[in-house]
């Protein structure tokens, strides 16, 4: 040391200081910030008990309906209302079936010249040799009409409710249905592969042959969706989305539904003015016959069997 | 006979609706709000021109629907009362459309806003094929369009309370299309026909004779109680205050204005057309009615007192409202039934004007609705405070604006009856005062200056520029006119209306 200085003005150097925040004597933030270390939160074992017991008992108390007086009195009294009106319901319709009119006696109000129209000349004038489809697609076609759009609405609600249109959501539920999908399930999958073309014909023939016998467009279109969701089950989403996706699905059951309308609005319109349809209406029994109920069955089957697998999609995994 | 041109207008108004119903499907939401829109505007443009031509020929007439007539094909049937219905309609769907059409870009998902626009539209045909049919198999096929799509619009909006308002909605109205198609399905099995004039034939044959008096009664009581539940008559009306309460505003408009009134609608041409009005004086029906009606009035006012919550309270007030309708049918005259018809354009018109000048009150709120954070929200957004008392003078029934004149019409209409006259009366005056504390409650809050300006800016309380809303502005003085032209200038609609329902019989 080459120079002596005093322990004051040593103490106040900056090698001092160094020296002293080195040997951890002393912290250089003391007095000008609070490094006062926070404590970590730490709750005894006691009071986390007791905080837990607190919340049970508080949600205990909200949702235990069996000691709630109040509530199970309405339930009582919600019982037994129901059950009265029930029966009184049950009663008033059982009363007033058995004052109707005898089912299936001649003289029964229903055979009349409605009936008797539509099973004498139903295949004259629709050239449908099945008069059930003859009726739903001709003579009450507006009904049907309506009806499709019915199916079409109950989807879009299906669609509302069910589809996950955010990304975090729509990666898990792929994620989820990823563990839940039957992976290379090798009976199902041979199955499938036998009896999923089988069913698509089978559905395709009853769409198609509404008109010559039992089948129709509903009834077509269920089968063909349920082979669809075979097919689905058996070899999971990659396979289906190649060909049908939510995409395919909206133009799908555009098209059929306008498909439908404008069909229906052109013989509206001609047979409320008097105007000769240019629809031939073909020999009976042909495939190609009967105007426009042919092509209102497969729109109709295009509808029903996309609605029945976008249901299912929807329950699935809420997209596609 | 040759049809004009113009008669085949609601087959393409119908046609059209059910149309833009996929169409919208395919779109993205900004298109399909544009459809909607010219949809909505074309209907009603062509609505009208089937109005004055039915005016200008003095007659009715019916549209066959194919190349079958009437009782093995479907047929529709246009008169001036349905035109104007149709009109009406549209004119309030389109201002509920547009009222509505800011907060849905901020409450709907994007990706589903065109979803609600299939089911707008396919609401507004159902509604549309409602007035015209004439038939009651198609109605039920309309009424379950109705049904559907109107719980689509409520639960849109996906939270707690509408999710759980659809499910209410859902099961009450499902019920009540139930019992709809067993009244339906006993009528047919009774008289073998579809057709509302051929039933009505046949119906009159078998009330001259007596024989099947049960379950013609039956019928009639299904089908009443099943319209009943579904337009929320009072004790059947526990889905609406949610429904209406917590959907976005274009959906509470749309529902409690036109949803319910369609039933309505369905259920005057029951009474008119299938059963024939003398048959259904004759029954007891019309006194349930009568009683039911006055209950709704009187527990509808009380429970719309009782209600913090803005909404809730004008849904509370339609139950009210429906109370008005129905004890109109009560009375069993056809100035009953007129004054009804009446109250149901003046509800719609004032009902539909509350609910969106509501949301323009909660909007300069923070969004509350409760009434009590509502204090000095008309000053904060004028137009919605103007509009939301104009709507409210007009509901408690104050001269100049429509629902003095529906009033007026039911107590005519009561005059005429002995024995319902003085509770017909007492009923008005007392749901009057109701309507008078909890309406002028709402005003005399929203109309109360705001004090503690601070506090005012942490809860979210902001000031409305007259030119941030111009479409809102627009829809709030297309209602008010609306209403000043139902109270003003009521004799000729009630005339029409009186023409209309005349051509029923």
Known sequence: ?320 | MNLAFVHNFPLFCIILTLFSGPCSMILSAKKARILNLCVITAVGIMSLLVLVEVCMSGGSYVYTMGHFPAPWGNEIRVGPLEAFMALFFCIIMFLSMVGGAAQRKAKLEESKENLYYVMVNLLLSSLIALIYTNDLFTAYVFVEINTISACGMIMIKQSGHTLEAATRYMIMSLLGSGLLLLGICFLYGLTGHLLMSNIKEEVAAIAATGTYHAPLMVAVGLMCVGLAIKSALFPFHSWLPDAYGYSTVSSAAILSSLVSKGYIFLLIKIFYRVIGFDIICNSKIINVFFVFGIAGMMFGSISAAKEVNIRRMIAFSSVAQIGYIYMGFGLGTNLGVLASIYHILSHAATKSLLFVSAAGLSECSGNHKELTKLTGAGYRNPPAGMAFTVGALSMIGFPLFSGFISKILFAQAAVNQANKMLPTLIALALSTILNVIYFMRAVLIIYTPQKDAACAQESGYRRIRMNEHPEIVFVFVCFVLLNLVLGLMSQPIVELCSRGLGMFG
């Open chain 1, 1 to 320: 040391m080459s120079k002596q200085v005093p322990k004051e003005v040593y103490e106040k150097t900056r090698s001092y200081k160094f020296k002293q925040w080195l040997s951890g004597t002393k912290d250089p933030f003391l007095d000008t910030v609070e490094m006062k270390p926070q404590k970590e939160f730490y709750e005894s074992e006691k009071l986390i008990h007791e905080h837990e017991l607190q919340h049970q008992s508080i949600v205990e108390k909200a949702y235990d309906l069996e000691h709630n007086a109040q509530v199970r009195l309405f339930q009582k009294i919600y019982n037994i209302f129901s059950v009265i009106f029930c029966l009184c319901l049950v009663f008033i319709l059982l009363v007033g079936v058995s004052y109707l009119p005898k089912y299936g006696h001649e003289e029964n109000p229903v055979n009349n010249e409605v009936s008797a129209r539509y099973i004498g000349q139903g295949l004259q004038e629709t050239g449908a040799i099945n008069i059930v489809t003859g009726m739903i697609l001709d003579y009450r076609a507006f009904d049907t009409l309506g009806e499709s759009h019915v199916l079409f609405l109950a989807t879009c609600t299906v669609l509302i409710l069910l589809r996950k249109d955010k990304k975090k959501y729509q990666e898990t539920a792929e994620h989820n249905d990823r563990i839940y999908e039957p992976k290379n399930d090798v009976i199902l999958q041979t199955v499938a592969r036998v009896l999923v073309p089988f069913i698509e014909i089978f559905g395709i023939y009853v769409i198609l042959g509404g008109h010559l016998g039992p089948g129709g467009g509903f009834s077509g279109g269920a089968i063909c969706g349920a082979g669809l969701i075979l097919y689905l089950n058996a070899f999971g989403f990659a396979k289906t989305e190649k060909f049908f996706t939510g995409k395919t699905y909206k133009c799908m059951c555009f098209g059929a539904l306008a498909c439908y309308s404008l069909a229906k609005t052109y013989s509206f319109f001609t047979g409320a003015n008097h105007i000769e349809s240019v629809i031939p209406l073909g020999t009976p029994g042909a495939i190609l016959s009967s105007g426009l109920i042919l092509l209102l069955d497969i729109c109709v089957g295009f509808v029903v069997s996309g609605t029945m697998y976008t249901f299912y999609v929807m329950f699935r995994k809420g997209g596609y």
